[in-house]
């Protein structure tokens, strides 16, 4: 069998501690375990299509500014394009890329007939006001409206975006195509084809992949102490699950600074405060900490639900943790994953973590074309079976290999793609 050869991507930097970086390191593991396949493993160290867009906008003072967009499709090889749009000041194509690359392999993972992309603006959207960012969100949609589509890829929110700047894309996607086109997005608000049960989607997926690994691991739920970095959709939900399932809620970090509390924080009136003044710092039942002081509090159950990057080694080393639920992407460098191997914390990946919110996606796009709508029990308990016959396919895998679970999800997820690719064939 003869590899496939490659020339380096011109537009990578050579930080190795970029997200990217991170996913190539995290293809490099996998690629031992691919038999045949690995032939093809060039494949998934670049994106198949990379589009970077510019949004100028009329500001409301008159003025015109200039934001950079990106839209990037990592694989389709297993169907069309699926993935979040972030609005986030420090937004690149690189993050983006490996954004997109983390959902090839996460749609793949849980066996969704998606590839992998994903979509960004660098913007503070604190600095916009509502008419602002209606207007830089239909420029965007726009410009990435000669490759989004329906059948070939379907955006979703994700950090800073949410149901309200879905809408205002499926409006600007179906004006310039002359019929309303629900599925090109999902994540849409109910009476707009959205679906029952997508808001919190991926905080129960964390969830029930967590119960499922504290199940096999035999950590008791109940008393378990919950550390939660980003009390956002994804953490917020998650950390409520977690407590109505009798867990402790003990520390919290967010933009806004870190809280612990021993006895646990109350959950219901914790969001209301997240919800009412933006972040958990002002917490009047928490105990304010230095941020760093997060990484070294005595906790069962950690989950990372912000951004990407921040388990360095040198925090991995500190951790109290038995259980990592990834809900953020990326949070963990690859050091800091032989860090946690060699302590004997299991880490269940964000590949297969946070995927509760690309399944409902899925559903959201099927019952989108079939214009039929399901419960939100039917949702949660579909949702549930899926993630459940994933994550013990991925552990199946991870302990015939004997590799962590994340590479046992790049081997379950990476096969998968390539055979696709394999039996489509190389075009021309
Ligand atoms: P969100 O905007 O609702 O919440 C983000 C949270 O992160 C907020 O609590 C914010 O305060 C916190 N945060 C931001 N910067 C921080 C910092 N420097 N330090 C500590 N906390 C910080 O976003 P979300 O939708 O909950 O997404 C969170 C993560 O989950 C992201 O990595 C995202 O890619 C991932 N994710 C989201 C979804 C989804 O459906 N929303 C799906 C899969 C993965």
């Known amino acids: 069998m003869i ?42 160290k670049r994106p198949k299509r990379a589009l970077i867009v510019d949004v100028p906008i009329e500001m409301d003072d008159g003025s015109v500014r200039h934001f950079e967009g990106y839209r990037v499709q ?49 913007l503070e959207p604190k600095e916009l ?22 059948q070939r890829d379907i955006p979703a929110p994700d950090v800073n975006t949410n149901g309200q ?58 008393g378990a102490r919950i550390a939660v970095q ?25 933009h806004t600074g870190t809280v612990v ?16 003044e933006g972040g958990v710092a002002g917490h009047p039942k928490g105990q304010r900490v230095d941020n760093e002081a997060f990484w070294d509090v005595d906790c069962d159950i950690l989950i990372p639900a912000a951004l990407e990057g921040q388990i360095t080694p040198a925090r991995a080393r500190r951790i109290n943790a038995k259980l990592v639920l990834e809900g953020a ?3 963990t460098l690859p050091e800091a994953d032989d860090v946690f191997r060699d302590r004997d914390i299991l880490v269940v990946p964000d590949v297969i973590c946070n995927a509760g919110g690309v399944t409902v996606s899925y559903f959201e796009w099927v019952q989108d074309f079939s214009s039929f709508f399901w419960t939100e029990d039917e949702i949660n308990v579909r949702l549930d079976k899926i993630m459940v016959d994933a994550l013990n396919n991925i552990w199946e895998t991870a ?22 690719r394999e039996e489509r064939g190389l075009y021309p």
């Open 129 to 150: 006001s509502l008419k602002e960012l209606e207007r830089v969100t239909r420029r965007y949609t726009s410009e990435i409206g000669i490759i989004i589509g329906p």
């Open 74 to 122: 990592h694989n389709l090889s297993r169907g069309p394009g699926k993935g979040g749009v972030r609005y986030h000041p420090d937004v690149t194509l690189e993050e983006v890329m490996a954004l997109s690359a983390w959902m090839t392999v996460k749609t793949a993972a849980v066996g969704l007939p998606f590839g992998g992309a994903k979509g960004g603006i660098r």
């Open 165 to 222: 700047i879905m809408a205002w894309m499926m409006d600007t996607y179906s004006m310039n195509t002359g019929s309303t086109s629900t599925g090109v997005v999902t994540g849409k608000p109910i009476h707009l084809g959205g679906s029952l049960g997508r808001i919190k989607a991926t905080g129960r997926g964390v969830f029930v992949t967590g119960r499922e690994a504290a199940r096999r691991l035999g950590l008791k739920l109940e």
């Open 261 to 276: 509390n021993n006895e646990g924080f109350d959950i219901k009136s914790t969001l209301e405060l997240v919800k009412r």
């Open 399 to 420: 302990d015939r290999h004997k590799v962590t679970l994340r590479t046992g999800t790049f081997a379950v997820a990476c096969e998968r793609i390539l055979i696709a």
């Open 230 to 254: 980003g009390m956002g959709n994804v953490g917020g939900t998650a950390a409520e699950l977690f407590v109505q399932a009798g867990g402790k809620l003990v520390a919290m970090q967010d």
């Open 3 to 44: 590899p496939e050869t490659t020339t380096p991507l011109s537009f990578v930097s050579d930080s190795p501690e970029s997200p990217w970086a991170t996913y190539l390191s995290q293809v490099d593991r996998v690629v031992p375990y691919l038999g045949k396949y690995a032939r093809w493993a060039e494949t998934l």
């Open 329 to 331: 992407n990326g949070p």
